[in-house]
Each structure stands twice: as C-alpha cells, then as structure tokens.
C-alpha cells in the first residue's frame, strides 16, 4: 500500500456520497468496498471511509493497516479509518490548552496524551469529525461504512440535534454583545462567559453544519445491506421509520450473501428458497407502495468471505454507484396550500410502513416534535407555519398530513 496525495480541489461533477449500514453481520464492510472499488474503477476519484476500528484493510488484501489519512490502495481508490483514540486525545489536549490559565489557577495537573483513553461516545464524533474532512476532500465519491443500523442512524441524526442545543445554549444573538461583556461585569458585578466559550461554540456550529449539509445534500444515499431472512427483515421495518423521519434517501436495498437457487444439495436448496421468499417480499413491501421505492439488488454468495480486489470486483457490476438524480431535488416534506378550499395549509410527510399508535406529535413554539417508533426529531416550523396553530393530524396511506390553521392575530392580512 503507498501512500499518495489525496485530491484537494473540488471536482468539477456532482460529487457523490454513499452512506453504507445495515443490521451487524450482514457484510456492510465488504459492500462499501466493492461499492468504492466499483466506483474507482469507473474512473471516479473515490475514498472509503470506515468506522471500523480495524478499517477495511483486509477486505481490501492490503498487507498493512489502512491509516486515519487518506491512503491510496488501487490506482483511483483511497481508504481512510476512523480512529475514536486519536480524535478523543486531540481534542481533549487542545481543551487542556485553551483553558490553560483557568487550570493552573487551580493548580490543576496536567494530562499527557499517553495516558487518555477514550470516553464512551467518542466513536460518534470522531465520525462526524471524519465525514467533515472527507466533504472538503474534493472526492468523485465518497462512500462511508457506518456502524450497525440504529448506531448509523443516532450518528446521521446528531449534526442537527447538536446544531440545535448549541443554538439554545449559547444562541447567536447573545454572542454579539461579546465587546460589552467586561463593562457589564464591572457595573453588575456578574461574571461573563469566557469569549473562547462562544468562540468554541461557533467554530462547532460551523463543522456540523458542514456535516449537516454533506448528509442532507441531494447526491447523498443511504445504500442499506442485509441477509435476507426473518431477523433482517425487522430491523428493516424499524429503520425505515428513522430513514423516513430523518429525510435520509435510500439508493439500493443489497440482499447480501444470496444463495445460489440451482444447487443439488438439499439442505441448501432449502436455505435458498428460504431467501428467495424474503426477496419477494422485500420487493413487495420497499419497491412499491407509499414513499421512494427502494431498488433491490441481490449480491450472490462467493462460497467464502470476500477477500481481495478480484473478490470484490466479481461483486462490484451489482454495486455501482449511480450519478446524481437529474431531475431537481424535491423536499420530501411538502406544503400544501389549501386556504382558498380549507381555510387550511397541510404540511405532508411521508412515513411509509408507520402505524398510528407509533406516531407522536407535539408543538412547542417554532418547532415540532415529531415521534416515529423508537426515533424523535425536533423540526423548525416554516415561517408560514409559525403564523398558524396546529388543528389536527391524520396518518393516510403512510402519509402524515398535519393540518395548520392561519392564525388572524398573526396573519397578514389582505385588503
């Protein structure tokens, strides 16, 4: 494996990002590399990106350890790990700097590097850490191996909920009075937070956001690997609550590891038409219905665990990474304005396969707090929809429809 200067100026194409998870032991790992090996091998500029600590070395049959830089290992692929260790000790020790006065006041002693260990939850930051250097990359495609599904999703859905608590922690609007902050403590007698507080504060808000927006962006897909069977088949139905609420667009459903359906040998035929009725109903139940199909794409089973770029090439013609959609990019969640007919504006989000006793939703202030299963998220309102009061909700046809009621103390209102 050699080393080689990743890219740095951004392409002039639509760049491309592939977020690969799945339930654990599905073979998320070897999908996202023949994903990145299919991709480079199209010409595409490509990083692979894992969150597994041990990197994608081995699938890939390099002799080394994939390192945190971008690497590359083929002529137009570069791997890259996450290292939770390394992030944790960085961080903490610039912390250890900037409150250097505040500590020796103190008397305070100081930490080596050598003697930090990771928190638990740093793994989840170190990846959004990683995502954000990867976005200024200037890559064709990046592709992503995430943690197992719940943990990808948590990870997807914290730039937004952390830009969120920053906002009402430190909001901007107090930042700038930061000049007056010393003749109000002087005339108050009222300490002040630290200016590298905000300071801090800012310089977080603006990597999420650049996270955010990686993740949000229209040419950023969910690819989702499973084995077909029974086990597999629920833990999709869960996550395809959190992927519809958190706005996360699936490019492929892999049913990794498919038998093949002409052997001889009776107890594999059996295995294999067990996995050919899950695929049917896979088909049936993501590739119709309400909401974005999901495309699904057998992955034949090797007869061995893929090893190598020759492993990884033979499953790579089911795995390439399609442009970016032409056509423009739609909200998935909608406003309807129906004043004229209703006297109402409903606001339209679909939830396929979402039961009613499963959805919650409550109003607070600007915002909605919306329930799906076991995922939450807190949306800001339209400013349209901050003028309105909340009159009723109904789940149709895995569409939430929530109906809003223009407010006349707060409406504009017409000659």
Known sequence: M???????????????????????????????????????????????????????????????????????????????????????????????????????????????????????????FALLQALRRASAGGWDVLVVDLPPLRDALSVLALPERLRRLLGRLLPAERQAARALRPMIAQLAGVPMPAGWLYGAAARRDEELAAVQALIEAPATTVRLVAEPGPAAGDALRVARDGLSLYGLRVDALVANKVLPTDSSDAWLATLAAQQQKCLDEWSQEYGSGSGPAWPLRAVRHLGRDPRGRD?????????????????????????????????????????????????????????????????????????????????????????????????????????
């Open 2 to 124: 050699t080393e080689s200067a990743a890219p740095t100026a951004r392409t002039t194409r639509t760049p491309r990002t592939v977020l690969v998870t799945g339930p654990g032991g599905a073979g998320r790992t070897t999908v996202a590399a023949a994903t990145a090996l299919a991709a480079a091998r199209r010409g595409d500029r490509t990083l692979l990106l894992s969150a597994d600590p041990a990197g994608p070395g081995a699938v890939l049959g390099t002799s080394a350890a994939v390192a945190v830089e971008p690497t590359e290992v083929t002529p137009g692929l570069w791997a890259a790990r996450v290292d939770p260790a390394d992030y944790f000790r960085t961080e903490f020790l610039a912390l250890q700097d900037r409150a250097a006065t505040a500590l020796d006041m103190l008397g305070a002693r100081r930490l080596d590097g050598e003697e930090l260990t990771e928190l638990p939850g740093a793994e989840q």
């Open 311 to 415: 492993d990884l090439a033979d499953l790579g013609p089911d795995l390439e990474v399609e442009g970016p959609d032409p056509e423009p990019y739609r909200d998935p969640w909608w406003v309807e304005d129906l004043r004229e007919e209703d006297g109402l504006l409903v606001w339209s989000l679909p939830l396929p396969g979402a039961v009613k006793s499963d959805v919650g939703l409550v109003r607070r202030g600007d915002e909605l707090l919306l329930t799906v299963g076991p995922f939450h998220r807190i949306v800001p309102l339209a400013a349209a929809l901050r003028r309105c009061t909340v009159s009723g909700a109904a789940l149709t046809d895995g569409v939430l429809k929530v109906r809003f009621t223009p407010d006349p103390g707060l409406w504009p209102r017409t000659p």
